[in-house]
């Protein structure tokens, strides 16, 4: 899960125009190239897109070999879960 903040981060940052003017005066400039951010958006749009769909796939599968997939349909955490992964998708 942890490894999802960074990415989340540079979603957001990445489509926050004015921020991203401002980093542009910046010697941040000389190692990312803010003028491109929505090809970057795109890129981490399909990494957070694959790692839910495995995290997704691991919980369902554990759930699964334990004999609880029940908890998918009947438990907040399956419920909310299903949603995000079929939303995330989208």
Do not use: C, Q
Request: glycine fraction near 6%; hydrophobic fraction near 50%.
């Amino acid at each position: 899960a942890f490894f999802d903040y960074p990415l989340y981060m540079m979603m957001f940052l990445s489509k926050a125009h004015n921020m991203n003017n401002i980093f542009r005066r910046t010697i941040l400039r000389e190692w990312i190239d803010f003028a491109d951010m929505h090809h970057i958006h795109s890129i981490f749009g399909v990494v957070i897109g694959v790692e839910t769909m495995f995290h997704s796939f691991f919980h369902i599968y554990r759930w699964s070999i334990n004999s609880d997939i029940h908890l998918l349909w009947k438990t907040g955490t399956g419920i909310t879960g299903s949603i995000a992964a079929f939303v995330t998708t989208l």
